[in-house]
């Protein structure tokens, strides 16, 4: 039915974010909880039910009024199955069954992906993406995620790896990454591999800069604190800044080359850092593009922020009802 | 109709290839011409059109029995209006409008993509790519062409440039391409590449090798000749494979980490030097994929050869059927 709604949640290790939009993405409701992740994380599916529920009665709506409910989690997500396993930050190690359980608790069709895929749908629906049938997302947090729509679907590859975008390698002589492979762009250019590459640089830097002092002197140093040194022109930090940006623009030049998309979507919280990060992304980016992509694909900021997940989330119910 | 056949035409700068499949992908009837160029290629689509119609002709055969005519042409095309511009091995510098005039001429509806398109589609159908949703192809000539179906569909992008993977810049600091950009792939591992690298790394070697002493003595050599003697030990031919082969390894395994598909199908004519480069793309494609991607795309050799060009053709009327 056409006036059906959509729920969205955003499951996440601190909390999680519920909304109920309608078929055109608009978010008429929202709320949120903690994420309980005590005794291995077996609360969070009941939680999640009992608040649907709850809201449900709330709203004095009935399951038969929604047409699903989306959600992004992080970890291993096998669609299909709508399982999951290995979301550290959640404690599940183990298999758990978010599909069969939410769907027996509510009634209600439930649908479930990762969650770089589903901020990628949310901002390629409501955000920076235009509603374009190409989007590539990505994501610069502590790590860095990707989510890839081609031809308006989300791809996921032959094993769920599509958007792997943090794992392009870079630098195939670069730092080692926790996927053990060496030089991946995630090593560089998330909010950690901006901290390593401006301990690496400093070590070698002669001049005076406030960033190197911040360091000698043993301070905790951040992602922000370097880029807001950059911007007010401390020169260690804008040769970080630079080289994080040069990795950052060859890696989207290479989606870019291969993928053409409409847009190249930057979220995440290294991304705060906004246009002062990205003009010197497109500087790399253009440097490493074919002609016809450096004119028609855009490399633009994310536009939604902590909302990507939900919106994105309940677009995930309408991708699946084009199956 | 379950039964209406499929015509397929591969339009090269030499030959027109043109095949009658059924709906399997199955060729029941083939033929060629040659490609005349003169006159502006102002030959060509009149040519292809009583080419058709005589054949109809001999195979008594109607219009109505058939669902479509697929074409692959060089140059840039516009799908949705089917038009060709700037194929300069069919002399074709100006506009033509094949579909317009093919549609007109033979009455059978008609849809048009470009060759290495075309190509990706024939090998996923019905060669190397085992009909998977998700296979990348990659075709190294003297450039270096690619096609990517994601999904079950052939991606194109916002401006038609998905899979340039010819373009995909493999080291920044390399050889300038004919796109204006340095060092892309084409540069390195089209059949003009091998020998371009071959030529360079010959003037620093210093041992004795055969593939010096011809290029000293000013023979012209080949990326076959290369290939020929780095199989036989050759120690400089060794090294330019090697080279090559990473560089080829390197690029494959970003188009991995980006779409994590099936397969990716290597062709054209650098590629018949087989598994002997294969294994060692193989190498360094495990060197700079993710372990999931590592573990679960694989790369093979096409095997349609000449065929998937018309068998890709007909797969294009299936392809524009879906939408």
Not at 12 to 40: H, V, Y
Not at 151 to 179: F, Q, W
Request: one cysteine or more; proline letters at 3%; aromatic letters at 6%.
């Amino acid at each position: 039915m056409e006036d059906q709604k959509i729920i969205g949640i955003d499951l996440g290790g601190t909390s999680i974010k519920f909304a109920i939009l309608n078929q055109e993405g608009e978010i008429q409701q929202r709320w949120s909880q903690e994420t309980n992740i005590l005794d291995e994380g077996s609360h969070i599916i009941p939680d999640i039910i009992e608040s649907i529920n709850h809201h449900l009665d709330i709203y004095d709506m009935k399951p038969t009024q929604f047409s699903g409910i989306g959600m992004g989690s992080p970890g291993s997500v096998d669609r299909e199955n709508g399982t999951v396993i290995g979301a550290f930050n959640l404690n599940w190690k183990q298999l758990v069954y978010p599909k069969r359980d939410i769907e027996a608790g509510t009634h209600i069709p439930f649908y479930i992906d990762n969650d770089a895929n589903v901020a990628a749908l949310g901002e390629r629906w409501k955000g920076a993406g235009d509603n374009q049938p190409d989007v590539t997302f990505v994501t610069l947090g502590t790590g860095i995620g990707g989510g890839i729509i081609a031809n308006d679907r989300l791809l996921h590859g032959v094993s769920g790896s599509a958007g792997e975008i943090g794992h392009v390698t870079v630098d195939p002589k670069g730092y080692l990454c926790t996927c053990g492979k060496h030089g991946c762009l995630e090593t560089v250019a998330s909010a950690t591999g901006v901290v390593r590459v401006a301990r690496d640089m400093a070590e070698e830097y002669a001049g005076t800069a406030k960033l190197k002092e911040l360091l000698d002197a043993g301070e905790e140093i951040s992602s922000k604190i370097v880029f807001d040194l950059a911007k007010e022109g401390d020169p260690l930090a804008t040769a970080v800044v630079d080289r994080v940006s040069y990795y950052l623009g060859f890696a989207l030049a290479n989606i870019g080359n291969t993928l053409n998309p409409s847009f190249i979507v930057v979220g995440g919280g290294v991304s705060a850092a906004g246009e002062f990060l990205l003009d010197k992304v497109r500087v790399a980016f253009a440097q490493n593009t074919f002609p016809n992509v450096r004119e028609n694909t855009k490399i633009r900021l994310a536009t939604l922020g902590n909302e990507a997940g939900v919106i994105g989330a309940a677009s995930l119910v309408l991708e699946n009802n084009k199956d």
